[in-house]
């Protein structure tokens, strides 16, 4: 029976600032191989028999990212619904179990975070055989992860009874919230207990039979969001009124924890969550003296360390237990035992009104990119990069003028009622008020210098006369 992959990618990922960010979570970015945690996650489903495409929901900002991202991989989606807003993980399963009924009410639904990383592919694909076994008798299964640690950041699943009806499955005894480390630690001794990893097996039609029962309100909501959807490119946008009135709750919370049909099923797969840079610090490959690097890092008499330098190189000194994360425009540095407070800074930022938080200084957008590469009083300048064929929006500044300078490649450009075809080491100026567009006509990326000149230099300053990315 074909398994239909539902990956969930709403998570903003706080605690890996200031790599991750609100407008580049971590499940976007590639932190423990080449290619972003969500690639990793998609592919790890290649060799699986009868495995349909990908369902995806994630945030409406992340779109255009989600689908270059599965474009460069080779995969189609079956959909990607767009959230409007975060409504936690139940609300976001209920349309995924929604929309695939519609196709076939038993669709067995597998439910995966954008974001964790699988050691053992083998051991991964066993353990959705037994769970797949054990949704088709009607259960809610959920995969328990063997705990080899005791850990006090995971909430633990204790086992029940063994299934009968489905081998290697067991009856979900209790859910658990996260322990202090003594009762973790009889937790791990019992082998009784598992960590909770958030990815589920199951029908479509048991889990709204459960969620009608449990939690018709998030049903209810749920189906008003999807019932009044629209079709945007190769989208799907959820209803924002009716999404945002959707209470917001996590599925252990809505069902898991209080339906008799869950069940767990053990995974010995070499999982982790990546919940801080102390995760990747475990996960990495590590030099003679216990250090993990990435980037131009050079060190002398340093022990145990994590250095991921992006830009630039960072050397350190006679220093141990450190996590050091390097960016164009931010350096953390923690002790790495205290890394699960990365999110108090990421709060303070909030507080105090910066952007750090929320974008890099290399900003995606559908058609390319650009970077902030310098800025003053009444004016801006940027790099610009726009893939070919890609073009951006026709439109207009009320408060700016700009000055084009194309770095390689070709641009075609509109000014007012003229185009133009601008090749390298040629400029262009665009007055306040006039209508433009760059475009892209050729085979190559094009580069630009921007310098943008006037009394207000924000991104909301954009006018949009047309559109084929259909933004606001």
């Not at 480390?181 to 960590?195: E, K, R």
């Not at 995606?364 to 890609?390: C, N, S, T």
């Not at 665009?430 to 630009?448: A, F, S, W």
Request: proline share 4%; net charge negative.
């Amino acid at each position: 029976m074909t398994i239909h992959p539902v990956i969930l990618s709403g998570g903003s990922g706080t605690r890996l600032w200031p790599l991750s960010r609100a407008a580049l979570p971590k499940q976007l970015l590639p932190l423990a191989s080449e290619r972003s945690l969500l690639q990793d996650t998609v592919l790890r489903l290649a060799d699986f028999p009868d495995m349909a495409a990908p369902l995806m929901v994630c945030n409406v900002e992340h779109r255009f990212m989600i689908a270059e991202q599965m474009r460069q991989i080779g995969v189609h989606p079956s959909a990607i619904v767009l959230e409007p807003v975060g409504r936690n993980t139940a609300p976001a399963i209920a349309v995924a179990a929604l929309r695939l009924s519609r196709e076939d009410a038993d669709a067995l639904m597998l439910v995966l975070p954008a974001d964790h990383l699988i050691g053992d592919i083998a051991a991964f694909h066993a353990a959705i055989t037994r769970a797949a076994d054990a949704a088709k008798h009607g259960y809610l299964a959920t995969f328990g992860i063997v705990a080899a640690t005791p850990e006090t950041g995971y909430g633990y699943i204790r086992k029940g009874d063994a299934l009968a009806e489905a081998a290697g499955a067991h009856a979900v005894a209790g859910f658990v919230e996260k322990p202090d480390l003594a009762t973790a630690q009889q937790y791990v001794a019992s082998g009784d207990y598992f960590w909770n990893s958030g990815m589920f097996l199951f029908r479509a039609s048991d889990f709204l039979k459960e969620l009608e029962t449990l939690r018709p309100d998030i049903l209810s909501a749920s189906r008003a969001a999807l019932d009044a959807a629209k079709p945007d490119l190769d989208f799907v946008r959820l209803d924002p009124v009716a999404f945002e009135a959707c209470p917001s709750e996590s599925v252990d919370y809505a069902v898991m924890e209080h339906t008799r049909r869950a069940a767990v099923v053990p995974a010995d797969i070499g999982w982790n969550d990546i919940g801080a840079w102390s995760a990747l610090w475990e996960v990495a490959e590590k030099d003679a003296a216990g250090n993990a690097v990435r980037g131009d890092v050079m060190l002398e008499n340093a022990a145990n360390n994590f250095v991921r330098a992006e830009t630039r190189m960072v050397a350190m000194l006679g220093v141990s237990d450190l996590v050091v994360v390097e960016t164009a425009d931010v350096v953390l540095v923690a002790n790495r035992d205290q890394v699960q407070d990365v999110k108090k800074l990421v709060d303070r930022l909030k507080a105090a009104k910066r952007c750090e938080h929320l974008v890099h200084k290399q900003v995606y957008r559908p058609w390319g990119w650009y970077e902030g590469i310098d800025g003053g009083d009444r004016f801006q300048v940027k790099r610009i990069m726009v893939k070919p064929g890609e073009k951006l929006s026709l439109q207009m500044h009320h408060h700016r003028a700009e000055h084009w300078v194309v770095v390689s490649g070709t641009a075609s450009v509109t000014c007012g009622d003229e185009v133009m075809l601008l090749a390298e080491n040629q400029s262009t100026y665009i007055p306040l008020g006039t209508t433009h567009r760059l475009e892209n006509p050729g085979k190559v990326d094009l580069h630009m210098i921007e310098v943008q000149s006037g009394t207000y230099l924000g991104e909301d300053d954009i006018v949009r006369f047309e559109d084929v990315y259909k933004r606001d």
